[in-house]
């Protein structure tokens, strides 16, 4: 069974940083394109950034590029999001998510359960 489990969100400064993981398992994720989504209270889940399966390509959302930096380990069937110089509006649950592509990470195949980043200002 496929499954998709985050780990490392925590509580932190406004100006600090985290590293999120996400360990796959159960599928043939190396194939896939990996990604984060996140969900802020009273908003709803917005995609942060994706890699394609060999890690040559990726996506961020306009509001995160330069300060976060996802990377990938096949053979550890892991993804992870370097997030720095946090704000307090980063504040939300994170999703790791697989998709068929790059052109359908919006459109994940599969979600994890989540962690949650809460920066306080």
């Known amino acids: 069974q496929e499954q998709l489990v985050e780990s490392g969100g925590g509580l932190v400064q406004a100006g600090g940083s985290l590293r999120l993981s996400c360990d796959a398992s159960g599928g043939k994720f190396s194939t896939y394109t990996m990604g984060w989504f996140r969900q802020a209270p009273g908003k709803e889940r917005e995609f942060v950034a994706a890699i394609s399966w060999a890690g040559s390509s990726t996506n961020y959302a306009d509001s995160v590029k330069g300060r976060f930096t996802i990377s990938r380990h096949n053979a550890k069937n892991t993804v992870y999001l370097q997030m720095n110089n946090l704000k307090p509006e980063d504040t939300a649950v994170y999703y790791c998510?697989?998709?068929?592509?790059?052109?359908?990470?919006?459109?994940?195949?599969?979600w994890g359960q989540g962690t949650q980043v809460t920066v306080s200002s």
């Open positions: 998510i697989a998709a068929k592509s790059l052109l359908t990470a919006t459109a994940p195949s599969y």
